[in-house]
Every structure is written in C-alpha cells, then in structure tokens.
C-alpha cells in the first residue's frame, strides 16, 4: 500500500501503526471508556437487532411494509455490530491498529456504508409514513412486495457505490489516520469525498425527512376536524371516543420513526460535524467521543422499537417465551376499509388490504 500522508506510515512490522500524538496519548482514560461502550454495545447491538429481525418476520402482526426497512436497518446494525465494532474496541484497547492494511482499508468503508445504510432506510421509513398519511391513493400502488424489494436493494447499492470512487483510491482514500488512532477517510492531493458525503449522504436526506415530518404534523394536527366533518351519523359520545382514539393511533404512527430519526442524529450530527470542521484531528477527543454515540447507535434502536411500540413488545415476547404468533384480525378492518370517515392515518392495515398484490406486508397499527 502507498501512503500518500507522511504521517500515515506502518512501523518496522509493516503490520501494526503506532499513535504519535501526544495529544492522543492524553485520552487514554477516555480510549478505555470507549472500549467498554462499544463491548456493551456488541452485546445489545447483536442480541436486539437480530431479536428484531426474527420477531418481524415471524410476527405476522407486525409485518408491514415499515417493517421491511427497519428488517432491512436492523440486518445493517448487525452486521456492523458483528464485523466493525469488535475492531473498533482492538484498537480503543490496544491504542493502536494491529490488524493489517487490508483491515485498515475495510473497516472505515464498511462503517460508512452502515451510516448511509441507516439514514437512507430512516428516510424510506419517513416517506413511507408520509405517502400513507398524505397520499393515501398512491400508498397502495407503490408499496407492493416488487416495489419494496426494489427500494431496499437501492437503498444497498446506492450506500456501497457512494463510497466506491474512495475504495478505489480516485477521490481520497481509506487508511489510518494516526492523529485519532483510526482508520478513516484520509486525503489525497488535496482531496476527500468527506464533504461531499456530508451533503449528499446526510443533509440532504436529513432535509427531506424534516420536510415530510412537517408535512406529516400538519395533516394529523388538520385531520381531527376532517374526522368529525365525516361523521355525522355518530352520537357525540361514539364522536368523541373515535376521535380521541384516532388521535392517539396517528401521534404512535409517527412517534416511533420520529425518536429513531432524533437518535440517529444524536449519534451521527456530532461525528460528521467533527470530521468535517476538525480535518487535522486537531481535537481528537471530540473524534473520540463521536464515535462513542455512532457505536451506541447500533445498539439503540431495538431498544426505541421496543419502548415506543406495544405490538413491537408483544412480538418479542412470542419470541423470547416462543409462543405461537398470533395471525392478523383482517375482517374486523377490512369491512371498513372503504369507510370515509376513516382518516388514513389510523385504519392503516385497510391500505393494504386493498392491494392484491401486498398481501405480505400489511402495515400495522402503531
């Protein structure tokens, strides 16, 4: 391998790269804590993705086309898990890359790519949400099972081939940097993709998201009176509880998905800040520290699907104590499924079934 950074180089071994920061060398107590987060979250990370993954797929209660995506993020996080992280707690530990060029090379590429993976399944959730809630007509004819395979292998293809021209070596490259005591994306000739995956493969979906999210409010803080236009016909007791338990079903529908996306950048805004204000590692704490919360990310969403969604908890329970699921009630929503006093945020299971072809993936009742 050819190291264009003069400060990027292998020691005698050719093997193994030693820090050479002092300032590196002042966050060995914060390298240590690092270690541990991350052994903490291998454990969960591993364990609550793949308990998520199996409950979904055996469930058929919760299986739905947001389903599909978070199956899809939680493959990601596992696999991140399973392959980066115990890396990532090597070098916390040891202060110093001991497994080679290749490694050194994979494992930043495999990290960005988990981080377009998870923002670009987070944003296909959001649209999903917001088709449904806004564009109800439209939900049925684009999420078919075709359709909602062809959008997640996008979703793949679309995270490697970002990082494709810097794994090749034409636009930066990836290599250890020894001012943070990681491998990383470092610069060639005075050019790195960094930025541009800044704008293309963060803020511009964090802007859509936003954008559907205040789309998304502004139909369900508006629906409530559309509810109560279209049902005359009820007393104002069966008014007033339909209403109020509708309003309850459109707030879970978005709740979920909304804390997933505020965690993500709680965990992600920090480190790419950082790496693009901080290129010299000038401050290599706050490198330090940004890649504590994005390995914490891995870990935490299992933990939201389970605190912010009952029928997620039930699915882990006939997992955990392997009960027998339960099949979906479909008569009871299908007869109202043509019923126009239903706001298409709440009835969401009726969407579907009208799609023929979608008989799978069948959204839920969040």
Not at 83 to 94: C, E, V
Not at 141 to 170: D, E, H, N, Q, V
Not at 231 to 237: A, D, L, P
Not at 250 to 274: A, D, G, H, K, Q
Request: aromatic share 12%; hydrophobic share 45%; glycine share 4%.
């Amino acid at each position: 391998m050819t190291y264009a950074d003069p400060f990027d180089f292998p020691n005698d071994t050719g093997t193994m790269y030693e820090a050479k920061s002092s300032q590196m060398h002042e966050c060995k107590e914060l390298m240590y804590f690092a270690a541990f987060c991350i052994i903490v979250s291998i454990i969960v990370g591993l364990s609550g993705n793949l308990l998520t993954i199996v409950a979904l797929l055996r469930c058929p209660r919760v299986r739905s086309a947001t389903a599909a995506f978070i199956i899809s993020l939680c493959v990601a996080d596992f696999l991140f898990c399973a392959l980066n992280l115990p890396f990532s707690a090597s070098r916390f530990i040891h202060q110093k890359w001991i497994h080679g060029d290749i490694l050194c090379v994979m494992f930043p590429f495999m990290r960005y790519v988990n981080v377009g993976l998870s923002l670009m399944s987070i944003t296909a959730i959001t649209i999903n949400r917001y088709i449904l809630i806004v564009h109800q007509r439209l939900y049925e004819k684009i999420y078919r099972k075709c359709y909602i395979a062809i959008m997640i292998a996008a979703i793949w293809l679309f995270s490697f081939a970002m990082l494709l021209p810097t794994l090749i070596g034409i636009w930066g490259r990836f290599g250890y940097d020894k001012k943070i005591l990681n491998c990383s994306i470092l610069t060639v000739n005075g050019q790195s993709s960094k930025t541009f995956l800044f704008i293309f493969g963060f803020l511009i979906p964090c802007v859509a998201i936003i954008v559907c999210y205040a789309r998304i409010f502004w139909v369900l803080k508006t629906s409530a009176s559309r509810v109560r236009a279209y049902s005359n016909s009820e007393t104002k007791e069966q008014k007033k509880n339909r209403d109020a338990k509708k309003r309850k079903e459109e707030w879970r529908v978005t709740r979920m998905v909304l804390i997933i996306f505020c965690s993500f950048l709680v965990c992600y805004l920090p480190i790419t800040i950082v790496k693009v204000a901080d290129k010299q590692a000038k401050y290599p704490a706050l490198h330090i520290v940004g890649y504590i919360l994005i390995y914490i990310s891995a870990s935490i969403n299992p933990i939201i699907y389970g605190v912010t969604n009952k029928q997620y908890r039930q699915a882990y329970k006939t997992v955990l104590m392997c009960r027998r699921p339960r099949s979906l009630s479909v008569s009871t929503n299908a007869s109202n499924t043509n019923d126009p006093s239903i706001n298409p945020c709440t009835l969401v299971s009726n969407v579907a079934q009208n799609s023929k072809d979608d008989s799978v993936f069948v959204d839920e009742r969040v």
